[in-house]
């Protein structure tokens, strides 16, 4: 049976809270740490991605905040702008029976004014990325002087992605007598560093790394590297995904694949180190909102996603490492849900299977395959150069489209609003009507630019 949030003798505004999230009862990893964590120990705790950690730390961390003062109380380290960016919404959500907590996010690939006027006003929690956090303290724009908890969130992706030095120069400018719960699918060497030079007796938790079965549906298939690409196709017409990603070992081989895709007539785009944060922050935007249904991405470029609802993982090829195989297939299954994720091994690379899993390879059911069917996305994405610091809100544009333009609530898909600039996915079929009609009317009366992405 599942252990409920009401036997942790939490505020009742903050069980109310959860309960209108859709929080009826704790995952695995909620459950094994809430408890140590309200008591304010420090915890090492091992817990793939999709798992319900945001909560497991999130849930301490805002009960500590005194809104009282407007200094940083709470700092939560991410790899990613993406999953800065993913935490602070959740953290905000997770707030909102706390009024007046203020969640600033420092990350980079954005300017740093507009950061550095934001902290002038306080922030009673940062969330953001180890360079970016650093940058701030040598600019000395942030204090970290009453820092009471300390997040690291896959720290081992920020291992990995080099972010050691930076992390060590952070923790030190933060009160030792601080609150640190570390969060990690794996457990590299350089953890056991980090936790036995900044963490206070940490209590060590474990839950399943590995996907489970009724969660996560795993197949391999073998194929020769000629045919490789042609079977990739064949497995998005049998399996018909309405999201996947499918990752590939090199920058190149990722343009090269997206590049066939796209030619062959699937909805398709790439994700890769080279491109620039606009480039990557509309690329995942897109993928999101359903406006492209596959989404070609490197293990580096990938490192640190939180995206909802990803049907299907698909490796073309196995991995350098077992612990990026386990990275990959956490895109799906999550929250509960259920997913797959398909291998496409070359013969030759048959003899390293037994160091990912036990699971047999399989034959594809050639039969079964619509060889006409191309995946194409329902939606498009219009951009509004307008955003929250132009009091620019979801439904003022959501109400422009129906009361101004004639839209139906039911063809409008996901709106987010960003600091400048605003997105919303309109189905393909209304989707120039929807264009037009935004460039040549206003939103909130004011005229903004508006572009098809």
């Known amino acids: 049976m599942k252990q409920l949030f009401e036997t942790l003798g939490l505020p009742a505004a903050l069980t109310d809270n959860l309960h209108e999230l859709g ?3 704790m995952t695995e990893i909620q459950a094994k740490s809430l408890p140590a964590a309200l008591e304010g120990r420090d915890l090492i705790a091992q817990a793939k991605t999709g798992s319900g950690k945001t909560a497991a730390f999130g849930i301490p961390l805002i009960m500590k905040i005194d809104i009282s003062s407007s200094d940083p109380q709470g700092l939560v380290l991410c790899p990613t702008r993406e999953l800065a960016d993913q935490v602070a919404k959740e953290l905000r959500r997770l707030a909102r029976w706390k009024k007046n907590l203020k969640i600033l996010t420092l990350s980079g690939g954005m300017p740093m004014r507009p950061q550095m006027q934001s902290l002038e006003h306080g922030a009673h929690i940062i969330v953001g990325t180890p360079g970016r956090i650093r940058d701030h303290l040598s600019k000395q724009t942030l204090k970290l002087g ?4 300390v997040i ?3 720290a081992d992706r920020m291992l990995d992605m080099g972010f050691f030095e930076d992390i060590e120069k952070i923790l030190s400018r933060v009160p030792q007598s ?13 953890i056991k560093s980090l936790s036995q030079k900044f963490m206070n007796d940490p209590l060590q938790i474990k839950v399943a790394s590995e996907h ?5 549906e795993e197949v391999f298939y073998a194929v020769d590297r000629e045919v490789q690409k042609e079977a990739l196709v064949k497995v998005l017409q049998f399996y018909q995904p309405e999201s996947a990603i499918l990752f590939a070992n090199t920058k190149a081989e990722v343009m090269e694949l997206t590049d066939f895709l796209r030619e062959a007539g699937f909805s398709a785009l790439d994700l890769h180190g080279d491109l620039e944060q606009y480039e990557r922050t509309e690329t995942l935007l897109q993928f999101a909102n359903r406006s492209i249904r596959i989404l070609v991405a490197t293990d580096v470029a990938a490192r640190g996603l939180d995206i909802e609802r990803v049907e299907m993982v698909i490796n073309y090829g196995l991995p350098r490492k077992k612990e990026d195989y386990i990275h990959r297939t956490g895109r799906t299954g999550r929250a509960g849900k259920s997913g797959k994720a398909v291998t496409l091994l070359t013969t030759g690379e048959k003899h390293k299977l037994a160091e990912f899993t036990q699971q047999p390879i399989e034959q594809l059911h050639e039969e079964a395959i619509n060889e006409t069917l191309r995946l194409t996305a329902k939606m498009k994405t219009i951009a509004i150069r307008g955003g929250k610091r132009n009091k620019l809100r979801a439904g003022d544009i959501l109400g422009t489209l129906c009361k101004e333009i004639g839209l139906s609530k ?5 709106i987010d609003i960003f600091d400048y600039d605003a997105y919303v996915a309109v189905e393909k079929g209304l989707f120039r009507k929807a264009l037009e009609g935004l460039q040549q009317g206003k ?4 005229k903004f630019k508006v572009r098809e992405l």
């Open 178 to 190: 601080r609150q640190t719960l570390l969060f990690s699918a794996t457990f590299p060497p350089e």
């Open 443 to 446: 939103i909130k009366n004011r």
């Open 212 to 216: 489970s079965a009724e969660v996560i």
């Open 152 to 154: 690291l969130d896959e």
């Open 23 to 25: 929080f009826d009862a």
């Open 146 to 149: 009453k820092i009471h908890t």
């Open 410 to 414: 039911d063809v409008v898909g996901k």
